[in-house]
T-cell receptor
Framework: SQQGEEDPQALSIQEGENATMNCSYKTSINNLQWYRQNSGRGLVHLILIRSNEREKHSGRLRVTLDTSKKSSSLLITASRAADTASYFCARLTGANNLFFGTGTRLTVIP | DVKVTQSSRYLVKRTGEKVFLECVQDMDHENMFWYRQDPGLGLRLIYFSYDVKMKEKGDIPEGYSVSREKKERFSLILESASTNQTSMYLC???????????????FGPGTRLTVL
């Protein structure tokens, strides 16, 4: 499938712990983007990492990209209850097509 | 603040009705998109537009049409709604930069459409 896989499908952690979500894909990419979706709402862009980058940070978020393994991970450090949401990766291919995964549902327990 | 608005948060229609979903962005973005989101399937692109009056089919255009008469407005039309079009519909916009259409996308809040 062009969509690739997100792993895990669901994750439940205690507040203050770190959360790691993974995204794997099959075709080469131009960039990879991570989005957050709160329940029943639209998506919010978090980070974009280009194919020639290996790591990016934004506040408590850290994204890594390993193009040799065709995978990316999103790390949220010191999680808060407000981080409870679904997280999606979206892969931009060289043909200028963007494919979203099915998401990881993160629950942070206060 | 960047803003994408959609005309309705919730909509209930009957089979066979013509349905209009409106999306407006205030960022002067060239690109606008319509997605549908279903459990277990993620987001799937229905149509996108890269300029006024220009449109291209996405992955699942069947049963839908679009209209972009003004840069800030992109409409999704269900010519004859069917129950399998019950879904969450998300509109998004983005800048065209360096030949890349899919830079950071800004999403609207979504319209949850139920077709009875």
């Amino acid at each position: 499938s062009q969509q690739g896989e997100e792993d895990p499908q669901a994750l439940s952690i205690q507040e203050g712990e770190n959360a790691t979500m993974n995204c794997s894909y099959k075709t080469s990419i131009n960039n990879l983007q991570w989005y957050r979706q709160n329940s029943g709402r639209g998506l919010v862009h978090l980070i974009l990492i280009r194919s020639n980058e290996r790591e990016k940070h934004s506040g408590r978020l850290r994204v890594t990209l390993d193009t040799s393994k065709k995978s990316s991970s999103l790390l949220i450090t010191a999680s808060r209850a407000a981080d409870t949401a679904s997280y999606f990766c979206a892969r931009l291919t060289g043909a200028n097509n963007l494919f979203f995964g099915t998401g990881t549902r993160l629950t942070v327990i206060p | 603040d960047v803003k994408v608005t959609q005309s309705s948060r919730y909509l209930v229609k009957r089979t066979g009705e013509k349905v209009f979903l409106e999306c407006v962005q205030d960022m002067d973005h060239e690109n606008m998109f319509w997605y549908r989101q279903d459990p277990g399937l993620g987001l799937r692109l229905i149509y996108f537009s890269y300029d006024v009056k220009m449109k291209e089919k996405g992955d699942i255009p069947e049963g839908y049409s679009v209209s972009r008469e003004k840069k800030e407005r992109f409409s999704l039309i269900l010519e004859s709604a069917s129950t399998n079009q019950t879904s969450m519909y998300l509109c998004a916009s983005s800048l065209w930069t360096s030949g890349v259409r899919y830079n950071e996308q800004f999403f609207g809040p979504g319209t949850r459409l139920t077709v009875l």
